[in-house]
């Protein structure tokens, strides 16, 4: 039974530029939620996705964006990276209507 | 705003020992509650929920909340070095919300 799985594992970027983090959920779950977790702090979340939209939204900027396709993986996408955005980024998934969130291995983003 | 609160330790206990981990909610509305564990550069992992006054018990984790008193806690008993990890207290408020907020951790230290 495979876990979410999120890919890259690590990222370097530099300030300005734009990065893509994907996701693929726990086999049997619809449900992808983002968090971001920066050092030393839990997790914020960002947004859920639920039947290809965007469900709920936590208080991050337009810069964040994300996308659910039909398969229930998940993209997001930060735009003109701030060095404030280097964090561990994690990716949660959740069966229909319950509220139990199974998070993948994350990506590590440095921006410099 | 809604706030989890947790000491962020260390909480040291000996090998065999009950750790016992805190957390307070501000959000009354909150239903449902979750640990998670957190080994250092990993991400968290799920390992016990509770979404009804009382105790529930799954191994050597027994999970306790109080909502009239607004507060969850986490026991481990029979303490293993293995358990050295960040605990993370997360609740979804309720209300047709579907994220978690998170306590910036407690971290567990068992002594050998």
């Known amino acids: 039974d495979a876990g979410v799985t999120q890919s890259p594992t690590h990222l370097i970027k530099t300030r300005g530029q734009q990065v893509t983090l994907r996701c693929s959920p726990k086999s049997g779950h619809d449900t992808v939620s983002w968090y971001q977790q920066a050092l030393g702090q839990g997790p914020q979340f960002i947004f859920q996705y639920y039947e290809e939209e965007e469900r709920q939204r936590g208080n991050f900027p337009d810069r964040f964006s994300g996308h659910q396709f039909p398969n229930y993986s998940s993209e997001l996408n930060v735009n003109a990276l701030l060095l404030g955005d280097s964090a561990l980024y994690l990716c949660a998934s959740s069966g229909t209507e319950t509220y139990e969130q199974y998070f993948g291995p994350g990506t590590r983003l440095t921006v410099t | 705003q809604k706030e989890v609160e947790q000491n962020s330790g260390p909480l040291s206990v000996p090998e065999g020992a009950i750790a016992s981990l805190n957390c307070t909610y501000s959000?009354?509305?909150?239903?449902?509650f979750f640990w998670y564990r957190q080994y250092s550069g990993k991400s968290p992992e799920l390992i016990m929920f509770?979404?009804?006054?009382g105790d529930k018990e799954d191994g050597r984790f027994t999970a306790q909340l109080n909502k009239a008193s607004q507060y969850v806690s986490l026991l481990i008993r029979d303490s293993q070095p293995s358990d050295s990890a960040t605990y993370l207290c997360?609740?979804?408020?309720?209300?047709?919300?579907?994220?978690?907020?998170f306590g910036s951790g407690t971290r567990l230290l068992v002594r050998p």
């Open positions: 959000d009354r509305g909150s239903q449902s």
């Open positions: 509770i979404y009804s006054n």
């Open positions: 997360a609740v979804n408020p309720g209300d047709s919300s579907y994220k978690l907020i």
